[in-house]
Structures are given as C-alpha cells and as structure tokens.
C-alpha cells in the first residue's frame, strides 16, 4: 500500500489497470484517495470493519454488508448493529486492536472521531479515512456517498439516493428563504453551546439555507458557551437544538425542559412554537450519512412547512 500526500476535500475512486509481462491485463487496482492520502485495494473487499456511523449509514442504505463495527451506543437508525453477528472492534474513538487483527479485514473505514487511529489501523489492513470538512460538508459527504457505492458496485442505489438527496435540499433551500433567522444550540450537561457559520454544525446555514440569528465567536467542536440570556438577546425566529446527552445515552436533563424557562419564553422562537429539536444522534454521532442527512433534511422542511 502507498501514501501519497493528503487528497483535497473529497475521497474519489479511481481504477488502475494491472498486467502481466506480455502486456495482457489480469486484474483492475481499486485506488481511493482520502483524507490521509491513497490506498489501493486489489479487489472489491468482502470483509469490511467500519469505525465510522456516517459511513456505517450509508452502507446499510446501500444495502452493503458489513463484518465489524464499534460497540456502545448507536442511534434507533443503527442499532441493527448491536447484533452479536457483527464483530465488536473497540470504541468510535478507540479501536480494540486483537479484534480488528482476528477479523482479518479486507478494508478499514474510519473518519472523525476515529481518524487519528489511521496509522496504526493502516499497518493492519488497507485503511481509509472518510472525515467531512463542516466547512465543505454536502460536497464531501455526497462524495464519500458515490465512492462507497462505486466500490461496492451499487452505483445505481447511491446515485438514486444522491438524487432524491439534491432535490430535498434544493426545495429545503428555497423554503428556508423566507422563514426568518435561526440558531442551532447544543445542550449537555446543563450547559449550553451555539453553533453559527463555519462551524461544525454550520450546514443548517451554509447548506440548508437557515439564515444565521448571529455571529458565533467560537467555531471548533465545542462551540460558543451561552446562557439563557444570550438566546433571549439573540431573539431567533426559530430555535433548532441538539440535545447532545440524548445523542449518547447519558442521562441528564432532557433539552426541552432545560429551556422551559422564563427567559427563553419571551423569545420569538419559543412564542411561535419555532424551536425545533432535531435528531440529536443524526447531528452528533452520525453526521454525513446518506439516509442521516436525508432524514434531517426531511424534518427541516417539514418544520419549517408548519409555519
């Protein structure tokens, strides 16, 4: 396996033609570049662990089965994958080394939370990293969608999935048009966190066409801190919330009666019935999914239909 330098903000799939001495082809190279650089496989891979719940996502909409994935928590959508069939291969950050060698895989997917472990995961097996840049979110995840499919020959599935994807967020864009402004806030822990442009939840404005209700000053994972009153001066037309502890089982105040306050109350959001508590393991644990955005494109448009 060679690495090249890191590929720009996609992963492509691309095909090289091996021969014999006489010349005569013998077998097709699978090359996929990525985040971490280039990986070539010399077949479509039978056995395949997956550290990452986006890329998961796909290949079970694709109708791709898989041999191991990560233990824990996993969204209503995933938990399929909790069945003993599947190889439990360590944590989405953490891989358990023993198990991924014995399930002796012919590929290894990670991104994100995992995409640090690349190295070591790559010295095991041809390795990919998937991870989706906030900043060119729907471009890299629409990506990632057709490389999968390619690989596993169901192009014309992922290209009837990006479709249907396309037109939802080109109708969620015209509708968000004319709704107003909004922001996205994380809650966990009872504490609270706002996510404007630019950040990693930034597509609820750069792609699903929300204009933002303000200027977030922190842009990395964990957001702006804000508190009850910040939302009030911010005064959003609609309110869109994740509330992280949902997302990963933890128990603690649920979001809807955290904000169930005097203050949050006066807000335009609140009076108008516009706050909006989306799928918490969609935003936060599954990401760039193709059914994941699908379904939060979905709920977006539907929300927004009701005013």
């Not at 890299?140 to 396309?166: I, P, R």
């Not at 904000?259 to 936060?284: I, M």
């Amino acid at each position: 396996m060679k690495f090249l330098k890191p590929a720009p903000l996609f992963a492509a799939l691309a095909f090289a033609t091996t021969a014999l001495l006489s010349g005569t082809a013998v077998a097709a190279d699978i090359v996929i570049k990525h985040k971490q650089g280039e990986t070539t496989l010399a077949a479509k891979p039978e056995k395949v662990l997956v550290f990452d719940l986006a890329s998961l996502d796909t290949l079970g909409a694709l109708g791709v089965e898989v041999t191991g994935v990560p233990g824990g928590v996993k969204p209503d959508s995933l938990k399929g994958y909790n069945d003993d069939k599947y190889v439990k291969i360590g944590t989405l950050f953490e891989p358990d080394y023993e198990a991924v060698n014995a399930a002796e895989p012919d590929l290894i997917i990670v991104a994100g939370r995992s995409a640090a472990k690349y190295p070591d995961l790559a010295k095991i097996a041809p390795t990919i990293d998937l991870t989706v840049d906030a900043k060119n979110y729907l471009a890299e995840a629409k990506d990632n969608v057709a490389m999968l499919a390619g690989l596993f020959d169901k192009k014309a599935e992922g290209d009837a999935l990006l479709a249907k994807l396309d037109s939802s967020v080109a109708d969620l864009h015209s509708l968000a048009s004319s709704k107003g402004k909004g922001l996205l806030i994380l809650t966990t822990g009872g504490k609270m966190s706002a996510f404007g442009p630019g950040s990693r939840f930034g597509m609820l404005h750069s792609t699903y066409g929300i204009a933002p209700a303000a200027e977030t000053e922190h842009v990395g994972n964990h957001g702006q801190a804000i508190s009850f009153e910040y939302i009030l001066e911010t005064n959003p037309d609609w309110l869109f919330v994740i509330d992280r502890d949902a997302a990963i089982g933890r128990e603690g105040t649920a979001a809807a009666q955290f904000l169930d306050n005097e203050v949050v109350r006066q807000t335009k959001a609140w009076q108008a019935g516009h706050v909006v508590y989306l799928d918490a393991a969609g935003w936060y644990l599954v990401g760039g999914g193709i059914s994941s955005m699908q379904r939060t494109v979905d709920q977006l448009a539907a929300e927004l239909s009701k005013d």
